[in-house]
């Protein structure tokens, strides 16, 4: 079966370079570093250091990653460390955050002469692969080779598991290669098990984006910005981040009720595309809102009613600007994004029904009460004024929301142990 993915891969690369095109027509950082993506680049001179690879696909896994990479950084400071990423947003998150103490490639297509060609020049003693980006070749090289694969901060949505059953022929030699599963619950678990994984090379660790640190820099970086959105006001600061396409309708809609009870207040939309920023913004000002840009720069003006986030690496300090947030990706059905930051900050939170890729987070949080679902864009503008006309309740969701964040942590020391364990 994987000898016909491959061939099925090899027949469609023109389409995928058309993709590639496109979107670099979008987007330009996509047009830059092609040839990584077939593995064509120099050798890169680690002066004879081992080299351990960690694949962290875009933005989001690249900061789960961060309390990861920094500590093998420190426990494995004789080993080239080497961080792929899929993405140009990812690939400038891995920069920002790390510099030079990392290589960054991007992850070849997963073709049998790019795998070949990237495992040969980086040689790596161990891959290790964030959440759910599993290749089949990929997988089956390192296997052939003897490079033990770790899949750390797995999750496996019972949607995803459906669609891996359908290809069980391909992905069940897949999952069976692994060399350990470090598993975010015990439902992923018991997916990742039934999808082929050995049960003995399974185990649950929980979620490693809880482990998050907020350093100092970061901190100062979002005082700062709550100081330039409120511009010498007291108006409250929603954020909506990582909105895809037919959010931003229901939620411009929300927030212009919400206008009408607290005419002062300001909406941060965060589109989870860069390609994106334009079209929102020309929605943003069709809709009648006064609208101003992050990449602008300046204190926001105090008339302004929508800031577009149209930079890139900035989310955390958002969450750490904001009052209340809104997670996007879960008011359409894409299974929602990453909540446990704006729980770091102990804020507030509230999404749609669509949850299912943080399932387990999203539960804790419901749980202990720090966390609101809404159906829509009416439901969502009566909970923000809710909250505004409740202050003690806002209070009451943000303090749980710590509490829940600060009671989840201890991922970390479980993958470093299965990741010692593979090195020894």
Request: hydrophobic share 45%.
């Amino acid at each position: 079966m994987r000898y016909f993915y491959s061939l099925v891969f090899y027949l469609a690369m023109p389409l995928v370079l058309a993709r590639l095109l496109w979107r670099a027509y979008k987007a330009p950082a996509y047009a830059k570093r092609w040839g990584e993506r077939l593995a064509l680049f120099a050798k890169p001179n680690f002066a004879g250091k081992k080299v351990i690879c960690l694949h962290s696909v875009s933005v989001g896994e690249t900061i789960a990653a961060a309390p990861l990479i920094r500590a093998l950084l420190k426990t494995y400071p004789e080993q080239q460390l080497v961080v792929t990423t899929s993405t140009p947003t990812g690939s400038a998150q891995v920069q920002r955050l790390f510099g030079e103490q990392v290589y960054h490639l991007y992850l070849p297509y997963d073709l049998p002469d790019a795998v070949a060609r990237f495992l040969n020049k980086l040689q790596p003693q161990l891959l290790l692969i964030m959440e759910t980006e599993l290749w089949p070749n990929l997988l089956a090289a390192c296997q052939r080779r003897g490079i033990p694969s770790l899949l750390l901060n797995g999750r496996m949505s019972a949607k995803s598991a459906r669609g891996y059953h359908k290809l069980s022929a391909l992905s069940r030699p897949m999952f069976a290669s692994l060399s350990a599963v470090a598993a975010q619950s015990g439902a992923d678990r018991e997916r990742f098990i039934a999808l082929g994984a050995e049960p003995e090379r399974c185990q649950l660790s929980g979620n490693l984006k809880f482990d998050l640190q907020i350093d100092a820099a970061t901190q100062t970086k979002a005082e700062l910005l709550q100081q330039q959105w409120r511009n010498g006001t007291a108006r409250p600061i929603f954020l909506a981040a990582s909105t895809h396409q037919g959010e931003d309708e229901p939620l411009l809609q929300a927030f212009g009720k919400l206008l009408q009870a607290s005419p002062e207040a300001l909406l941060v939309l965060v589109p989870r595309h860069p390609e994106r920023f334009e079209p929102v913004a020309k929605l943003i000002a069709n809709e009648g809102f006064s609208l101003q840009r992050r990449s602008q720069q300046p204190p926001v003006a105090n008339a302004t009613q929508v800031l577009l986030g149209d930079s890139m690496g900035e989310m955390l300090a958002f969450f750490g600007a904001a009052d209340y947030a809104f997670i996007g990706g879960s008011l359409v059905d894409t299974g929602g994004h990453n909540m446990i930051e704006a729980a770091v900050w102990a804020k507030p939170i509230v999404t749609g029904p669509s949850c299912f890729n943080f399932a387990e987070a999203s539960a804790l949080l419901l749980e202990a009460g720090a966390l609101v679902q809404v159906a829509d864009g009416a439901a969502l503008a009566e909970h923000w004024q809710q909250l505004l006309q409740n202050p003690e309740q806002a209070k009451a969701m943000a303090d749980a929301a710590q509490r829940v964040a600060a009671s989840n942590g201890g991922a970390l020391n479980k993958m470093l142990a299965a990741i010692d364990e593979q090195l020894i």
